[in-house]
């Protein structure tokens, strides 16, 4: 095992048991904490910290704690959120009331800020609190300095949601992605918001262009992953798109392709793989004017 897999692998181990994990990048400014089971990218400059995404709800007091440890002067004056879902945005309120600005897509910002239907659970979630929303939102690209690190943030659309970013420190070359990767958990498309395979497969060849062989790629929840890592799971997905288009053409229902072993072969399992097929199939049914114009 040569340093770098060791870093590898002692930086999956970390990230899965929930301890923090340094980024050796140029110094140890970067870290990836456990914010209740999905990830909390916190980054340290003499501009003050910059977090993506802010946890799960309930899990404040234990970032606060790992940020102390982290950065003990660090005052947190930036927070991305890579989309709206509650486990990413959770702990919003606690960093706003401190003095940091929230910056997200102008479509998170909007599903923070209404009621919205919770299909899969037959009911509404209410709309967060105004100190939870973002408070800066853009369309296509950001970018800005911290210290000396140059930070690019931009739009990957449908690939999660409507609203998924991907944050890239670039100095440091490490590139946090949201609910783009999923390296442990099933992969989710809310296709309520509009997310569908063919969005979550272009999104991650922007990433890929983004990236090069040495870029530290973070997802929402799981290890830390290697560009190459990332490649295959990108592979994977449209091996995926692709099987369950044909199915779809052929009329089967997330049941008929389940049976007929459609997510078999692959280079994962799937944890409830009914789900994962009926929402492929309902953003496949959204979308498929852009699959092909015979279909109608
Ligand atoms: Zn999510």
Redesign the pocket.
């Known amino acids: 095992m040569d340093r770098r897999e060791l870093l590898k692998s002692a930086l999956a181990g970390t990230a899965a048991l929930g301890f923090p994990s340094l980024l050796r990048g140029q110094g140890d400014k970067l870290t990836v904490i456990d914010g209740g089971g999905t990830n909390v990218v916190a980054f340290s400059s003499t501009d003050g910290l910059v977090l993506v995404d802010s946890g799960a709800p309930g899990n404040a007091d234990r970032i606060v704690a790992a940020l102390k440890t982290f950065a003990p002067n660090g005052k947190v004056t930036t927070l991305f959120n890579?989309?709206?879902?509650l486990?990413?945005t959770g702990n919003n309120e606690q960093f706003s009331s401190l003095g940091a600005k929230i910056i997200a897509h102008e479509h998170t910002r909007q599903w923070m800020s209404s009621d919205y239907w919770v299909p899969d659970e037959d009911r509404y979630e209410k709309a967060r609190p105004k100190a939870a929303r973002p408070t800066e939102t853009f369309q296509t690209t950001g970018t800005f300095k911290a210290g000396t690190e140059q930070i690019d943030y931009g739009h990957l659309p449908l690939a999660?949601?409507d609203g998924d970013i991907y944050v890239f420190f670039k100095t440091s070359n490490v590139l946090a992605v949201?609910?783009v990767a999923s390296p442990l958990r099933d992969p989710?498309l809310?296709y309520f918001a509009g997310a569908w395979i063919g969005g979550r497969v272009d999104a991650m060849d922007i990433i890929l262009r983004l990236s090069n062989e040495q870029t530290r790629i973070v997802p929402?929840s799981g290890p830390v992953m290697t560009r190459a890592e990332f490649k295959a799971e990108r592979d994977m997905m449209e091996e995926v798109r692709s099987r369950v288009w044909k199915r779809t053409l052929q009329g089967d229902s997330p049941k008929d392709m389940l049976e007929a072993g459609v997510l078999n072969g692959l280079s994962r399992t799937w944890k409830d793989p009914r789900k994962f097929l009926y929402d492929a199939a309902q953003g496949m049914f959204a979308h498929h004017n852009k699959l092909d114009p015979a279909v109608i």
Do not use: K, L
Request: glycine share 8%.
């Open positions: 890579t989309h709206y879902h486990d990413h999660h949601t949201g609910d989710a809310d929402a």
